[in-house]
């Protein structure tokens, strides 16, 4: 039996939750090439389910770039397009349970999915969801405040005219410099805190915080394995998205798989 003064010294602030951290792997290419074929795997074992969550998310591309088509805002269509993928780890909540479910051999259909991801409203993704949205708007505010600076003495009148001078003026050289350059740090500044955050709420009963700090070890403790992944999902993402966002059907449901088997080999579930 504990007696009163072991319990009198016993410090009140820590808890178990507190002692038991996640700890970051270390990972190997072939980490990363053994994830990308499990999560092809999981994309051919529910092919319709996989893609339709790809379909989702790029019938909603098309929609944000037609809504500033009509609005007028035609200098937002590239910021929106470059910054749209790094929302995506959030879309792919029902892709990780699938992998979930798919791993440990068990049934389910919409509902199963559908009510998890549901519940994820109620727990710390939530705030997750707020982190990666902030993060994109402050690249779309930074964005437009490069645009007004640089460009402030050119004029267009439509998004042919905007690409022309992007892309065959010193002004229009010196934004896409300035751009690319804060896009590129904002970039890794979500994909660090995110890459393993998202499915380690979905999987495990920890604090966003906690998910963030974890995902950050990930990334600095394997930088060059890391930063391939991170190159593979922005050259393919960006490369699904030239038609009309239809190849994103079949290439967001293969990374959000692997980002869950790559998950999986990157942290260690807490003890306890």
């Known amino acids: 039996m504990t007696s009163k003064i072991e319990e009198a010294e016993r410090p009140d602030n820590l808890t178990p ?10 990972l190997t290419s072939d980490d990363i090439t053994a994830s990308l074929k499990a999560g092809f795997s999981d994309f051919m074992a529910r092919p319709f389910m996989s893609g339709f969550f790809g379909l989702f998310y790029a019938l909603i591309g098309l929609f944000i770039v037609w809504c500033l088509v009509w609005l007028g805002n035609i200098w937002m269509i590239i910021p929106a397009a470059v910054g749209f993928p790094l929302v995506a780890p959030f879309a792919a909540a029902g892709l990780y349970e699938m992998s979930r479910r798919l791993q440990k051999g068990k049934n389910f259909g919409w509902s199963e999915i559908l009510a998890v991801m549901a519940k994820q409203r109620k727990r710390e993704m ?4 707020f982190t990666t949205l902030f993060i994109f708007w402050v690249w779309i505010y930074q964005f437009r405040t490069v ?3 640089v460009l402030q003495d050119s004029s267009f009148s439509d998004f042919d005219g905007f690409l022309n001078i992007v892309f065959f003026t010193p002004e229009g050289w010196t934004f896409l410099a300035i751009g690319t350059l804060l896009g590129a740090v904002l970039s890794a500044v979500l994909f660090s805190v995110t890459v393993v955050a998202m499915p380690m709420l979905l999987d495990q009963d920890i604090d966003f915080v906690t998910a963030m700090l974890t995902s950050i070890r ?4 394997n930088p060059l394995v890391m930063l391939s992944w991170a190159a593979i ?3 393919t993402t960006l490369l699904s998205m030239v038609p009309a966002f239809l190849g994103l059907i079949v290439t967001l449901p293969i990374l959000g798989h692997t980002t869950w088997h790559l998950y999986e080999r990157a942290v260690q579930p807490v003890e306890g």
């Open 17 to 26: 939750q507190q002692r038991a951290q996640p700890k970051a792997n270390k």
């Open 126 to 129: 939530g705030w997750m969801a």
């Open 147 to 149: 645009l007004v600076v």
């Open 218 to 221: 990930v990334v600095t403790e």
């Open 233 to 235: 999902i922005s050259v």
